[in-house]
């Protein structure tokens, strides 16, 4: 199987500083932000986010987790269910700016699942995206508003993000499944 | 950790594992609960018939509130409104329920292993929600999950069970699970309500509530069920209740931090004083709480494989 290098520790780093940058500019400052990390990998990059954020503003803007598990939109018909894990929104979501944040953009259904979830916790003042990779192939009307990396794939391709917190060193690979 | 079951009948033939994976899949859906929209969509379209044959309230809402806040939709029957009064077998009317095709049919019923002929009968899940004395595995499994919310662990914890220890299905359940989690386990109760076979099961027996409270970190107190002890098992409840009622006295034999536990309905003065079942180490109505929880997760778990 190959694999590809196509973004290091330090571009991974790179990226995130500029997410936190643009966040703050499109939302001009800190005021009412919430960040949503989805499970697994969008939690360990929305409380990167969150560092970032205080290292330029001072302020510690509020980080919650979601599991979207309980609203996929294919559990009917999935022969296999995925476990479901944890959600921890441990405060009222109500005329909040809800930034969702996962680690790769693909087909879109996560992301529809999440808003639908998001907003079963009050009614957010807006929901943006932040994803660090988007590798192409949506299959609804969905689009991210911060992007670290546009990673145009095959969808025979697997692209993993490799985290600290997660698998011990920061990198993200493409590995050709075929 | 795959889950392959079908049915839950029993947790006599569940494994560590399962337990695990149900205990964490319903802390998951505890969540769902406290939210303000107490509803998510996960058993969008899905039927759940909730067949009771044996009278019940917690249990039977509880089933339906779990259904509900999962989106399917739940349908109550019991004895008195079934045709089972006209005449009808048990097996016929659940052939008719098939019929209808829904997911997922919970049966309580007075006799023992009357789920495990349904399971055998009809391809819907069945949940067992009390097979007369035999098991009554959902209230053990929302037993070990407060327990283990509590103690954060359920291995190695001294638990006491005090009371009609034959009769109850809670109680066998509950010996089944928490021997299989590693709990050191003693049953406490008249001679008289003691099964022959009880040690077989792995327990510590005691015939004294006293001794059986030493060090204990949780107790359970089971129902002295009275539409079941017409028989002359004990000369009479205020006897019963100077011997094995839990009071402010006794409790003092039991850690500090003990936690005493009830399925519920209580008799208040005959198995436990009123301060007792209201006091700071009650989570009485903890376990009802994580008993909805508990069943979101049965029924998730038994629609569909889980990888």
């Known amino acids: ?178 | 950790m795959k889950w392959e079951r079908k049915d839950l009948l029993g947790i006599k033939d569940l494994s560590g594992e399962e337990i695990s994976l149900i205990l964490d899949t319903a802390e998951s859906f505890l969540e769902v609960s406290t939210r303000d929209i107490k509803k998510v969509p996960t058993l969008r379209g899905k039927t759940i018939i909730n067949f009771f044959v044996e009278a019940s309230t917690r249990t039977r809402t509880s089933f339906e509130i779990a259904g509900k806040r999962l989106s399917a939709d739940t349908i109550n029957i019991s004895a008195s409104t079934s045709s089972l009064v006209k005449g009808e077998t048990l097996a016929d009317t659940a052939r008719n329920l098939e019929a209808m095709n829904p997911d997922v049919i919970v049966i309580r019923h007075s006799c023992a292993g009357a789920p495990h002929m349904l399971a055998r009968l009809v391809r819907q899940s069945i949940i067992n929600a009390g097979d007369g004395a035999h098991e009554h595995p959902t209230q053990a499994l929302l037993d070990m999950m407060t327990i283990r919310s509590r103690k954060g662990t359920l291995s190695g914890l001294n638990v006491t069970i005090v009371g009609d220890i034959a009769h109850s299905r809670v109680a066998r359940s509950n010996i089944y699970g928490l021997n299989k989690m590693g709990a050191h386990l003693t049953v406490a109760g008249p001679a008289t309500m003691m099964p022959r076979d009880i040690r077989e099961l792995g327990v510590k027996v005691s015939f004294r509530l006293e001794e059986a409270l030493q060090d204990a970190d949780v107790v359970m107190m089971l129902r002295i069920q009275t539409e079941r002890e017409q028989r002359s098992v004990f000369p009479s409840l205020r006897e019963y209740s100077a011997f094995y009622c839990l009071n402010g006295d006794n409790i003092q034999r039991a850690r500090p931090d003990v936690l005493v536990m009830h399925p519920g309905p209580v008799n208040r003065g005959v198995e436990i004083s009123p301060e007792i079942a209201d006091g700071a180490n009650s989570v009485i109505l903890e376990q009802v709480t994580n008993g909805v929880a508990v069943r979101m997760a049965l029924l998730y778990l038994l629609t569909g494989a889980i990888e």
């Open chain 1, 1 to 178: 199987m190959q694999k590809k290098l196509v973004m290091d520790a330090a571009e991974i780093d790179r990226s995130l500083t500029r997410i936190a940058y643009e966040i703050l500019e499109k939302n001009k400052g800190v005021t009412d932000l919430v960040l949503v990390g989805i499970r697994t990998g969008g939690v360990f990059l929305a409380e990167r986010l969150q560092k970032k954020i205080f290292d330029i503003e001072g302020v510690k803007v509020p980080s919650c987790i979601l599991d979207i598990t309980m609203y996929r939109d294919d559990l009917l018909s999935a022969h296999r269910k995925p476990r479901i894990m944890k959600t921890e929104i441990p405060f009222s979501l109500d005329k909040k700016k809800a930034i969702l944040v996962d680690d790769v953009l693909f087909t879109g259904r996560t992301i529809r699942a999440a808003m639908d979830a998001l907003i079963d916790f009050g009614r957010p003042q807006s929901i943006q995206l932040a994803v660090l990779i988007d590798r192409g192939h949506r299959e609804l009307p969905i689009r991210a508003d911060f992007v670290g990396a546009n990673l145009p794939s095959f969808l025979w391709e697997e692209i993993s993000v490799n985290l600290i917190e997660k698998n011990g060193r920061d990198e993200v690979v493409v590995e050709d499944s075929n």
